[in-house]
């Protein structure tokens, strides 16, 4: 997969004793319970012997999220390879699929990037969980980085977080909300339960930047009305809980609202399954459409067949890796979309805990990483 093995070599190599870059990364052999498989693994880049086409990358963050957890425990469907080119006695595959880069060198045929530009990577399972890496300009997909936007008049640059992050959620919520279905501006309506999640979040702000009528439903809480406001300053138009969700009476609320703005309830985002998945399916139009992208209630998804007979409803899955795998192109065209939003200030991203690499082991610091994930999303940033 990856294009470094004549570039990394092992320190016990004697060319280590030339000037390279010791470089870190945290790989496992085995799947299994993170706090079991994962190990630090250091390796050296041979930075002055690039080949024309390759780029060596230092890392500035990368965010643990769920499915990096599923990766390493074997049960998520898309993994990175095994493979031998970090140099390690037995196949190991690298960590980590979100994460921006910064440019330290490139290669005397690269045009396309230069030192000091941030850089994602251009497909998933590449291995963001490290120090340095050193690819071809192919393995990476430019930012603007802050200086670049500022040059370029722009309000405001990228933060770390916006750029470590910007692959998965944003994108997400933008291509659920644009891809399948043209919802008519001013007019039409989606619904979505877990709109307290980042991609809820980030679904509601993409629907008030487009101009689409939306109703979130949220689980109930002590601080539900602070829930409610956030959401709504976000761009939630209304926001419900689970148990209006699954009141037969509260429909008709939701039909007036709808009947309001002229247009209908046409699409609903599924992030949860179960009771909640049926609530928000009930609640749409004639032809609605249910995408279905997360579970997270551990529910089947539950359909009541009159739906699909008489509301002619469909329900189907949506994962961003997949439809967005070989198509580059819309790819970078929603990646400009989010940028621009994000440089002019208009769109926020989900807010994550830093926590700074201090040299010394990385496995650790990812694994009490993933710990903390459960009390929200952990970011780890390098110097
Ligand atoms: N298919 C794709 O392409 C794709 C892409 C991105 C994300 N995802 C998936 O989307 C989901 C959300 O991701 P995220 O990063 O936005 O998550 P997140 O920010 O961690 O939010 C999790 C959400 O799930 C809700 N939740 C948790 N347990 C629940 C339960 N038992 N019943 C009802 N709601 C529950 C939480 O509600 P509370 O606030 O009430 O706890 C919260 O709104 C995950 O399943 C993730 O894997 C899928």
């Known amino acids: 997969m990856f294009a470094i093995r004549r570039s990394i070599v092992p320190l016990t190599s004697s060319i280590f004793k030339r000037s390279m870059i010791t470089a870190q990364a945290v790989l496992y052999t085995e799947h299994g319970e993170p706090s079991d498989v994962l190990f630090t693994h250091k390796f050296s880049i041979d930075d002055d012997n690039l080949k024309s086409d390759q780029v060596v990358v230092k890392t500035l963050a990368s965010p643990v999220n769920p499915s990096d957890i599923n990766q390493i425990q074997g049960v998520y469907p898309s993994k990175p390879e095994k493979t031998l080119d970090f140099d390690t006695e037995k196949p190991a595959a690298p960590c980590g699929n979100e994460g921006v880069f910064q440019v330290l060198k490139v290669g005397n045929g690269v045009s396309d990037l230069a030192v000091g530009d941030w850089v994602i990577p251009s497909q998933v399972n590449y291995g963001t969980w490290r120090t340095h890496a050193l690819g071809t300009s192919s393995d990476f997909i430019k930012l603007p980085n802050p200086d670049q936007s500022k040059s370029n008049g722009k309000k405001q640059g990228l933060s770390i977080n916006q750029a470590a992050t910007i692959s998965v959620n944003p994108l997400t919520a ?120 997360g579970g997270m209630s551990k529910q089947p998804v539950i359909i009541p067949t009159s739906l699909h007979i008489f509301k002619n409803f469909t329900s189907a899955g949506f994962w961003v890796t997949e439809l967005l795998k070989n198509n580059q192109e819309l790819k970078s065209k929603t990646l400009k979309q989010i940028i621009e939003w994000y440089e002019n200030g208009e769109l926020k991203d989900a807010p994550s805990t830093h926590v700074e690499f201090d040299g010394n082991d990385l496995a650790k610091l990812y694994q009490q990483g993933i710990t903390d994930s459960k009390k929200g999303k952990q970011l780890i940033t390098y110097k």
Request: charged share 25%.
């Open 174 to 293: 933008y291509l659920m909300l644009t891809h399948y279905l043209k919802l008519a501006p001013g007019k039409d309506w989606f619904i979505q339960n877990g709109g307290n999640s980042a991609v809820g979040k980030y679904a509601s702000q993409v629907g008030r930047l487009l101009n689409f009528n939306s109703i979130s439903v949220i689980r109930d809480r002590p601080d539900l009305d602070e829930v409610k406001k956030e959401l709504e300053q976000l761009g939630a138009t209304q926001v419900i809980t689970e148990e209006d969700n699954a009141s037969k009476e509260f429909g008709g609320q939701i039909k007036s609202w709808v009947k309001e703005t002229g247009g209908e309830l046409k699409l609903a985002l599924n992030c949860v399954g179960g009771k909640s998945s049926t609530g928000i399916a009930r609640k749409l139009g004639n032809n609605g459409l249910m995408l279905t992208y």
